[in-house]
T-cell receptor
Framework: EDKVVQSPLSLVVHEGDTVTLNCSYE??????LLWYKQEKKAPTFLFML????IEKKSGRLSSILDKKELFSILNITATQTGDSAIYLC???????????FGAGTILRVKS | DTAVSQTPKYLVTQMGNDKSIKCEQN?????MYWYKQDSKKFLKIMFS???????INETVPNRFSPKSPDKAHLNLHINSLELGDSAVYFC????????????FGEGSRLTVL
């Protein structure tokens, strides 16, 4: 069965710290891995990593994919209170047009 | 312009009642989904429709019945509500076969008393 495991489950840091969120996956026929950020309401898309795009960066956020070891990390540098959210990792399974989500990492950035 | 909109945003009801949640998307996508997010924030697929046809039906009690009148709309009707149905229900849409980004609505928080 396709599986996504995220760690840590929750994290509290101070503004300015750098954080690394982890996502490991087991899926037959890997196609992509996605990161979402969920603040109070809807999850919003951050990055999609594929075999042809294993590293993505947007401002203070960056993500890499290790297809051999079956994991991805999401890095946030110089964290701000606005980074406080749940970060979700997801993969599409071999069959079916859907995403399988991990349980998420709850990040809290204290000022 | 809201891309994926759900109504109502909040629902509080008694056990045993029936309720519906509506979803509409204006992104021109052909695939829509219902996801359930429980109190531990775990997002799990319930249903998916592609061009009004049901393509994914996970292990969901048959008290839950989705309906898609057209590819821009996907509604969810829940009969005989139970305490365990309390959750946030998210509608989402995408292009079929994209294996990528889903666009989510803001969620409908259902509380069953």
């Amino acid at each position: 069965e396709d599986k996504v495991v995220q760690s840590p489950l929750s994290l509290v840091v101070h503004e300015g710290d750098t954080v690394t969120l982890n996502c490991s996956y087991e899926v037959t026929n890997f196609r992509s891995l996605l990161w979402y950020k969920q603040e109070k309401k809807a999850p919003t898309f951050l990055f999609m990593l594929t075999s042809s795009g294993i590293e993505k960066k947007s401002g203070r956020l960056s993500s890499i994919l290790d297809k051999k070891e079956l994991f991805s990390i999401l890095n946030i540098t110089a964290t701000q209170t606005g980074d406080s959210a749940i970060y979700l990792c997801a993969v599409p399974p071999r069959y079916g047009n859907k995403l399988v989500f991990g349980a998420g990492t709850i990040l809290r950035v204290k000022s | 312009d809201t891309a994926v909109s759900q109504t109502p945003k909040y629902l509080v009801t008694q056990m045993g009642n029936d309720k519906s949640i509506k979803c509409e998307q204006n992104l021109g996508h052909d695939t829509m989904y219902w996801y359930k997010q429980d109190s531990k924030k775990f997002l799990k697929i319930m249903f998916s429709y592609n061009n009004k046809e049901l393509i994914i039906n996970e292990t969901v009690p048959n008290r839950f019945s989705p309906k898609s009148p057209d590819k821009a709309h996907l509604n969810l009707h829940i009969n005989s509500l139970e305490l365990g149905d309390s959750a946030v229900y998210f509608c989402a849409s995408s292009h079929y076969g994209a294996y990528g980004e889903l666009f989510f609505g803001e969620g409908s928080r259902l509380t069953v008393l």
